[in-house]
């Protein structure tokens, strides 16, 4: 890694945004002529927001794509003009707010009203999206009210009160490219498309797939297709390793050894003293835990140090973990650098920790917590083609 400015660490998440541009380019490839969104919700999985809305710009994307308004306000007040849309909403989020700031909402069905009555008040035409729900059961307007839906949103337009630019509807086993219930989803979002534009509607964008939509079905690519996991360069697959997919992680999340100590055999370790070591051994202690988003029952992960994977024993706790060399000859390594996951063959991936803890690798990256400071390499684009891409700053 290309780091030279920031080996004075304790603990980090080092995101590359080189990285972040090379997916970014890598899906306009996959997806073209359809355009990228890259989705930045959750302060972008972990990776920081606003540094990879900017990256995936550079880098092609022509939207960015976040749950709630706040978090689309947040990226206009950095200067951020290009098209967002966001998804989520409850009736005391701030429509006028978002109307004023020309962001796209993401309509299911109550929100009309409120829109409505929000453009009113800031008197400005909202840009609204309506979301069909073709078969994932949670956000989105059955297919049953999706007439009912268009009908209101088309009187609502005529009054001037809003424009009806997208509709778009979220896939649910696009992960199990086998599962037949995309061929139904694909359908019912055709059908739901048919209705709106056979009411008049000039629709922008319409958009289905997401991560392993675009992978696995170019059918779902429609004019856009919503990119979250696959920006920060993993695998949506249970089968598939990011570079399979092209795709490089942009998380290296990594520490430096806080202890380290010979013990003798059956020496307990952590709370609970669910694990003994097998002879005399060294203990290394990880300064990160499950303040840092550590799962607390990720024992049975590895990192690697120098090169080499060890394995985490005992119960994570809050501050902290321990890695069993399994070898009473190790040399002190207190201020080595611990890798818990990254990218490339020789380190863990977020993938191997999701399947230690139970969960996935998206869950592994977007719970690291705000406690573990984010370095960014890679934040100036190279423009002279023989400056190395990567100092950071
Ligand atoms: C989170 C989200 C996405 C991104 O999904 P990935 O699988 O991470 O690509 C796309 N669309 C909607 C509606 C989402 O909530």
Not at 261 to 274: A, F, H, I, N, T
């Amino acid at each position: 890694m290309n780091s030279a400015a920031s080996e004075s660490f304790d603990r980090q998440a080092v995101i590359d945004l080189e990285a972040i541009r090379d997916n970014i380019r890598q899906f306009l490839q996959v997806a073209e002529p359809a355009r990228v969104m890259a989705v930045v919700k959750a302060d972008g999985y972990g990776h920081g927001a606003l540094p990879v809305a900017r990256a995936a710009l550079e880098a092609g994307a022509s939207w960015l794509g976040v749950a709630h308004i706040t978090e689309a306000l947040a990226l206009r007040a950095a200067g951020i003009e290009a098209p967002v849309l966001a998804w989520l909403h409850t009736p005391d989020s701030d429509f006028a707010a978002a109307i004023t700031a020309s962001i796209d909402i993401g309509i299911s069905g109550w929100e009309l009203e409120h829109v409505a009555a929000a453009a009113k008040e800031v008197q400005r035409p909202a840009r609204v999206q309506l979301k069909i729900d073709t078969g994932l059961g949670r956000n989105g307007c059955p297919p049953d009210r999706w007439e009912e839906l268009i009908g209101q949103a088309s009187a609502f337009q005529e009054e001037g009160l809003l424009r009806v630019v997208g509709v778009f509807s979220h896939l649910a086993v696009a992960d199990e490219p086998h599962r037949p219930e995309t061929d139904e989803q694909i359908d019912r979002f055709r059908e739901a498309v048919a209705v709106a534009e056979d009411a008049g509607m000039d629709l922008e964008v319409r958009h289905l797939a997401n991560t392993p939509g675009t992978l696995s079905r170019p059918d779902a690519h429609f004019d856009m297709v919503r990119v979250g996991l696959g920006t920060y360069g993993l695998s949506p697959f249970e089968n598939e390793r990011p570079e399979d997919l092209k795709l490089r992680p942009a998380m290296t999340l990594r520490a430096k050894v806080a202890n380290c100590k010979r013990v003798p055999e059956g020496q307990g370790v952590s709370y609970g003293l669910r694990y003994r070591t097998e002879g005399p051994s060294t203990l290394v202690l990880v300064p990160m835990g499950y303040g840092d988003g550590i799962p607390r029952n990720a024992s049975g992960a590895q990192v690697a140090i120098g090169g080499k994977r060890y394995d985490v024993v005992g119960r994570v706790a809050m501050d902290q973990f321990v890695v069993d060399l399994r070898t009473a000859e190790a040399p002190d390594l207190v201020g080595e650098e611990v890798i818990l996951f990254g990218a490339g063959e020789d380190v863990p991936g977020a993938a191997d920790w999701a399947a230690a803890s139970g969960t996935i690798n998206y869950e592994i990256v977007t719970r690291i917590s705000p406690r573990v400071p984010r370095v960014y390499l890679g934040q100036t684009p190279v423009d002279d083609g023989g400056a190395p891409a990567g100092s950071a700053e």
